[in-house]
């Protein structure tokens, strides 16, 4: 029986997630027993380490598990591991390569775990002895949210059909979905199904902040398609800042999506406080007809209900009462920014990450209801309740644009977490509903894909 040791590099949230699940059986115990198609057997173990700082925290944190080894740093778990996972920040991710890469053990096999493998390419080809094969690997979800049946992309970059083999294995014990992409695939995918839909959700709590509004004690902003922007928006800022920061700013594609996203904002605002209805009204439809024409022709069923969206509330009863109309300029602006970079959601469902399915469950219910759709252009063009939180999120939407086409992540790092700081209280019950929300679309999205569609 052959033991198989997994080096992991960064012992962060994803870090810590990746390491208990390949070191832990599903009965709990250690020694985890990887089955392969083959019938063979093999045992892991798992070297960690994070920062030299950490080392003797880690080792209190882990002092129970007995199958994972606390090392002082990468060097040492380099040595020691047959593959090797870099879970480190995207914008960190040449600098520790370099550092740790040469220290790989002959023969090894590494990859990592950003969400932009054009860098982390780039650092392994230069930092990477060339007897060492590279198969990378990235979970499109958090670490709050159980990997079962979610997407988990492998890239075989360098690598024999062997070492692709074994991490496959390795990887067996998430029980996530398998997809099986190159890194420059990966890359566009993850800006298409993540960077848009990040800038929306990171606007939509810059403009409550900017507004001293905790938005679930607002009776417009309660029901409906108001819960997921609520709780979807909190759960984001209750995630570290570097999650989001290295898809946006070392993503050529995300750099374009999030600029787009803020020309259609700010446009379609324009339009609504010119009063231009008949402009708004055909630009919306014409968004709407290009993105969501084969759900339509083919009358497939939304992705969500009114019964699922009014189920999950951070409000109370009284409010649910007391709903008020709303323009949906976020919803608009995405479905708009999609039709002008020709983006068809649809076709990523595949590999698309819990957040993404959520919002476009939201977009797809609110265009494909022509009376839904109506009333908020109506709303858009004659009633001003909410202009003033359009204004803060129109500003905050080019100000995350800006961000991003500076590059400056000690400037997206200032923003989140000012932002996060005035959120923390709610975080707990926001990751609560939203992890029951996440689950009902995924049931959703579960049902579609077994009948062949979305």
Known sequence: MDEVAVGIIGMGDMGKMYARRISTSDDGHDLVEVYDPMLIWFLTRVNACDKESKYESLLEEFSGRSNIHIYPNGHLVSRASNYIIYSVEAEAIGDIVAQYGPSTKQGAIVGGQTSCKAPEMAAFEKHLPQDVDIVSCHSLHGPKVDPKGQPLVLIKHRASQGSFDLVSKIMSCFQSKLVILTAEKHDRITADTQAVTHAAFLSMGTAWYANSQFPWEISRYVGGIENVKINVTLRIYSNKWHVYAGLAILNPSAKEQIRQYAASVTELFKLMLEGNRAELDRRVKAAGAAVFQHANQSHEELLLQDEVLDRFSLGNA??????????????????????????????????????????????EYLFRKPDLLDEVIRVGIEDDTFRSDDLEFTFAARGWSDCVSFGSFASYRDRFEQIQRFFAPRFPEATRIGNEMIQTILERTGESEAGGGR
């Open 318 to 363: 009284e409010q649910e009462r007391e709903r008020m109309p709303n323009n949906h300029l976020s919803l608009l602006a995405m479905v708009d920014c999609w039709w002008k970079l020709g983006i068809v959601p649809y076709d990523h469902m595949i590999c698309s990450t819990p957040l993404f399915r959520l919002w476009l469950g939201v977009t």
